[in-house]
């Protein structure tokens, strides 16, 4: 596609509920990246992958958190019983390698919202 | 490991003067350097980046950035300010060796009063 793509836009749910998050990276792109942000703390890596696997997963902040990417292109971000400090933007980046050099193109976000 | 300081949240300058907004960094080797800026409700959008040779890198709409080993900074310019460069701005860095995360600043907040 044309650029990194995420879905929903927007959710809002309740305490307790699990919610699912999905991103589209730009087609060819061999790595993903998972990102929090914050109010005033900026972004919190998440997770990555290279291809369908994930060989860092240091930055999930607890158990709730998991990812998973098949067929080395769409991702999804579970969080399972929703607490209210997990509403964030919760942004995704796709590149063409892992390479240090190379830049991160970043999708719009989901913004989660926990009642 | 790896930091960046954003030492200023907000910076507000004068449309058609020049802007600065500061980055610094530490990594145990050598840097990888990037700047992202990010508009209301919308993703990072990448505008330059650092990897070697010149000192001086030029990226998008006119923004370039200054790489100075000393000091230990980064820190990003352009010569005019336009209203519309009024948005959140992100330093990164990335050690030279490995597949580690990219690191960023919390931002920091440009206006451009007309």
């Keep these: ?115 | 490991a790896q930091s960046v300081a954003q030492p200023e949240d907000q910076v507000n300058v004068a449309e058609g003067n020049p802007l600065t907004v500061k980055c610094t960094y530490s990594v145990s080797g050598n840097p990888y350097l990037f700047w992202y800026v990010q508009y209301p409700n919308r993703g990072l959008q990448f505008l330059l980046k650092y990897i070697t040779g010149d000192n001086l890198v030029k990226g998008s709409y006119g923004f370039e950035a200054e790489f100075n080993k000393s000091q230990t900074s980064f820190h990003l310019k352009k010569p005019s300010a336009l209203v519309s460069d009024s948005a959140l701005y992100f330093c990164a860095v990335r050690e030279y060796s490995g597949n580690t995360p990219l690191v960023f600043g919390k931002g920091t907040r440009l206006s451009v009063i007309a």
Excluded: M
């Design chain 1, 1 to 115: 596609g044309a650029g990194v793509s995420q879905s929903p836009s927007n959710k809002v749910t309740e305490k307790g509920k699990d919610v699912e998050l999905r991103c589209d990276p730009i087609s060819g792109h061999t790595a993903l990246y998972w990102y929090r942000q914050s109010l005033g703390q900026g972004l919190e890596f998440l997770i990555y992958f290279q291809g369908n696997s994930a060989p860092d997963k240091s930055g999930l902040p607890s158990d709730r958190f998991s990812a998973e990417r098949t067929g080395g292109s769409v991702s999804t971000l579970t969080i399972q019983r929703t607490q209210q400090e997990d509403s964030a933007v919760y942004l995704c980046a796709s590149s063409l390698g892992t390479g240090p050099n190379q830049p991160q193109h970043f999708g719009d976000g989901t913004r989660l919202s926990i009642l």
